[in-house]
């Protein structure tokens, strides 16, 4: 096994997550199987309990782990599938040492953070670095493991000194290090500066990790003296410094590093003619594609993104990454309208009439209308009238988790009359719980006592808008997250006023996917599509919003036999292959051309 470090240095947020992403993707067209690692020196067992506010969105696995969305990157990038245990936190850690010292496995000795803590980061790494992620039996032959944070920081030397110790265990050949650092230019001077990378350098030097490669992060390419200064006072050769500038899109980045051959560089490194192959030269054909297209698609798809957390774009990452990997197959520039939900209530007309107007200009201009998931009562009226105003208008909605239930309440009290409908989550008392809370959580534990994970869910009846996008699949295996689901009492009831709940799991008891079939689009999953979808694999739910926002829907359902996404199980469709069954072999999108995001109202641009 080889293994490759990324580290960061001088501030947060230079793109670490990326770049290792980047890396991993490089080497996966030189022919090598690869697989990542998180490592997040908080005391958080998880990411569960963490507010999106605070780290950005909780994204889920197929295991049901709760982890950092930088694994929602490796995911992405490599189509691959990762295990709760790919995401290494210090609560996690710790917690290992204390079960193994309370079992007596220690045999008596003093429990210390040198040599047991520092231990059990590197069995650790070593045992997950051998699990197959790639849908094969084989392991990987390149583990690409990130640092979270910044060299320096308190939290993380206990893993930077195992680390340490770690590429002396593994021994030369199997180690390399990369360090991601930051030139910075000064307005007053305007010339790139290099001292805040030396520095770094030097820190990191000087607690035992010797950087073979760097990743040099600007605004614009660095100029030849200014590598020549680099390679001088942090001793890595010229070849091995690679410039990430700021690019129009991410999938850029790993083209930036193609040309600049770090691929050479790492395989030098890591002497990787051992693993029995012989890399070849990576092409990135898919990848060329994609960032070439981002810049030339013109036509716009608004979508009215309604949520508590639209101050952080990071707290929807997964959801704007779905969408904007749907609006590939249907060549749309994707503009995200951001609605905070709290400006759409009536109180929001009198306490802040400016908010309140402009959002309900951007939920009336927009083409579609998507809710995600959250917690908490707070907005939650605002993202009731958003359903509202969808469903009364014929406006395209997608409702993701707590957008379902928002729509089911939204229906219960606007069509079936029934005025104090509601979710036992925000009124325990309610006298008409169309929300309940699910029999198996916890309300004294927060952490992992959610439906967590991959559940199966069957469709109903193939004539209904979500199977078919499906590719008329009888089932199909999505991520879960929540506590609260529809109350299976009152679903006679919905169904007789009109609403149809097309996929149920598999007693049928529990509520999966929602349609009005009188409406252009109206669906609402109870899982989460978002974290399923992939640049050459868009999510079927948002392809349906996407293509009902751009008139596209009847045409794609139309040659729904084809469409396959890549939880289903393949073999359940049409016979006889149709235009669009080619466009989807084995589950990718052929021409797979990403464009951009563009987030209108004031939430910096994202390109993923």
């Known amino acids: 096994m080889k293994y490759v470090l990324v580290t960061g240095g001088v501030v947060s947020g230079l793109g670490k997550g990326v770049t290792a992403s980047s890396i991993g993707v490089v080497l996966k067209d030189c022919g090598l199987r690869v697989t990542s690692i998180k490592i997040d020196p908080y005391l958080n067992t998880d990411a569960g309990t963490m507010s999106p506010f605070e780290h950005g969105e909780v994204f889920v696995l197929d295991d049901g782990g709760e982890v950092d969305l930088d694994l929602g990157n490796y995911e992405r990038f490599l189509d691959i599938k990762l295990t709760r245990d790919n995401?290494?936190?210090?609560?996690?850690?710790?917690?290992?040492?204390?079960?193994?010292?309370?079992?007596?496995?220690?045999?008596?000795?003093?429990?210390?953070?040198?040599?047991?803590?520092?231990?059990?980061?590197?069995?650790?790494?070593?045992?997950?670095?051998?699990?197959?992620?790639?849908?094969?039996?084989?392991?990987?032959?390149?583990?690409?493991?990130?640092?979270?944070?910044?060299?320096?920081?308190?939290?993380?030397?206990?893993?930077?000194?195992?680390?340490?110790?770690?590429?002396?265990?593994?021994g030369a050949g199997n180690f390399c290090l990369v360090h991601v650092s930051l030139v910075p230019v000064l307005n007053v001077v305007g010339e790139q500066k290099t001292k805040p990378t030396q520095h770094s350098v030097r820190g990191l030097r000087g607690l035992g990790l010797i950087p073979d490669i760097l990743a040099c992060r600007s605004t614009q390419p660095l100029e030849?003296?200014?590598?020549?200064?680099?390679?001088?006072?942090?001793?890595?050769?010229?070849?091995?410094?690679?410039?990430?500038?700021?690019?129009?899109?991410?999938?850029?980045?790993?083209?930036?590093?193609?040309d600049q051959k770090a691929h050479e560089s790492i395989l030098k490194v890591l002497d990787l003619q051992c693993v029995g192959k012989v890399p070849r030269a990576p092409k990135l054909t898919e990848w060329t594609e994609r960032a070439s297209k981002f810049d030339k698609?013109?036509?716009?798809?608004?979508?009215?993104?309604?949520?508590?957390?639209?101050?952080?774009?990071?707290?929807?990452?997964?959801?704007?990454?779905?969408?904007?990997?749907?609006?590939?197959?249907?060549?749309?520039?994707?503009?995200?309208?951001?609605?905070?939900?709290?400006?759409?209530?009536?109180?929001?007309?009198?306490?802040?009439?400016?908010?309140?107007?402009?959002?309900?200009?951007?939920?009336?201009?927009?083409?579609?209308?998507?809710?995600?998931?959250?917690?908490?009562?707070?907005?939650?009226?605002?993202?009731?009238?958003?359903?509202?105003?969808?469903?009364?208008?014929?406006?395209?909605?997608?409702?993701?988790?707590?957008?379902?239930?928002?729509?089911?309440?939204?229906?219960?009290?606007?069509v079936m009359k029934l005025r104090g409908a509601n979710s036992t989550e925000f009124d325990p008392a309610t006298t008409t719980p169309c929300v309940i809370f699910m029999p198996e959580g916890s309300k004294t534990h927060m952490g992992a006592t959610m439906r967590l994970g991959s559940r199966r869910t069957f469709f109903?009846?193939?004539?209904?808008?979500?199977a078919k996008l499906?590719?008329?699949?009888?089932?199909?295996?999505?991520?879960?997250?929540?506590?609260?689901?529809?109350?299976?009492?009152?679903?006679?009831?919905?169904?007789?006023?009109?609403?149809?709940?097309?996929?149920?799991?598999?007693?049928?008891?529990?509520?999966?996917?929602?349609?009005?079939?009188?409406?252009?689009?109206?669906?609402?999953?109870?899982?989460?599509?978002?974290?399923?979808?992939?640049?050459?694999?868009?999510?079927?739910?948002?392809?349906?919003?996407?293509?009902?926002?751009?008139?596209?829907?009847?045409?794609?359902?139309?040659?729904?036999?084809?469409?396959?996404s890549s939880p289903v199980r393949r073999g359940n469709y049409c016979n006889g292959a149709t235009k669009q069954q080619k466009l989807y072999q084995n589950g990718h999108v052929k021409n797979g051309l990403v464009n951009g995001c563009y987030y209108a109202n004031g939430n910096s641009i994202l390109h993923t």
């Open 224 to 258: 030849e003296n200014v590598k020549v200064k680099l390679a001088q006072f942090c001793h890595v050769p010229i070849s091995n410094i690679v410039n990430l500038h700021d690019v129009t899109n991410i999938w850029h980045i790993p083209l930036l590093l193609r």
């Open 297 to 414: 698609l013109k036509t716009p798809v608004r979508i009215a993104m309604v949520g508590k957390y639209t101050g952080l774009s990071d707290s929807y990452l997964s959801v704007l990454k779905a969408l904007l990997h749907a609006s590939v197959a249907l060549d749309r520039k994707l503009v995200v309208d951001w609605v905070p939900s709290c400006d759409l209530e009536d109180s929001a007309a009198t306490e802040t009439p400016d908010a309140y107007e402009k959002a309900w200009d951007l939920l009336k201009g927009a083409h579609g209308v998507l809710v995600p998931g959250g917690f908490g009562d707070r907005g939650v009226q605002g993202k009731i009238l958003a359903a509202k105003y969808a469903r009364e208008n014929n406006v395209p909605y997608l409702g993701i988790c707590l957008g379902m239930q928002i729509a089911v309440i939204e229906f219960a009290r606007s």
């Open 470 to 564: 499906y590719g008329n699949a009888s089932y199909v295996d999505e991520r879960h997250r929540h506590r609260y689901e529809v109350n299976p009492e009152m679903v006679p009831e919905f169904e007789k006023a009109g609403l149809s709940f097309v996929g149920r799991d598999e007693s049928g008891t529990r509520m999966e996917i929602i349609e009005l079939p009188t409406h252009r689009f109206f669906v609402g999953a109870q899982f989460h599509p978002e974290f399923k979808s992939r640049p050459g694999k868009p999510s079927p739910l948002f392809m349906g919003l996407i293509a009902a926002s751009s008139g596209q829907l009847d045409h794609l359902l139309q040659q729904s036999c084809g469409v396959v």
């Open 87 to 170: 995401n290494i936190t210090t609560g996690k850690i710790y917690q290992a040492v204390i079960d193994k010292e309370r079992r007596g496995d220690y045999l008596g000795k003093t429990v210390q953070v040198v040599p047991h803590i520092t231990d059990e980061i590197q069995e650790w790494i070593e045992r997950v670095a051998m699990n197959p992620v790639d849908g094969t039996n084989e392991p990987a032959d390149v583990c690409v493991i990130e640092l979270g944070g910044t060299i320096g920081d308190i939290e993380s030397m206990p893993f930077i000194e195992a680390l340490g110790q770690f590429s002396y265990r593994v």
């Open 460 to 466: 109903q009846a193939n004539t209904c808008k979500s």
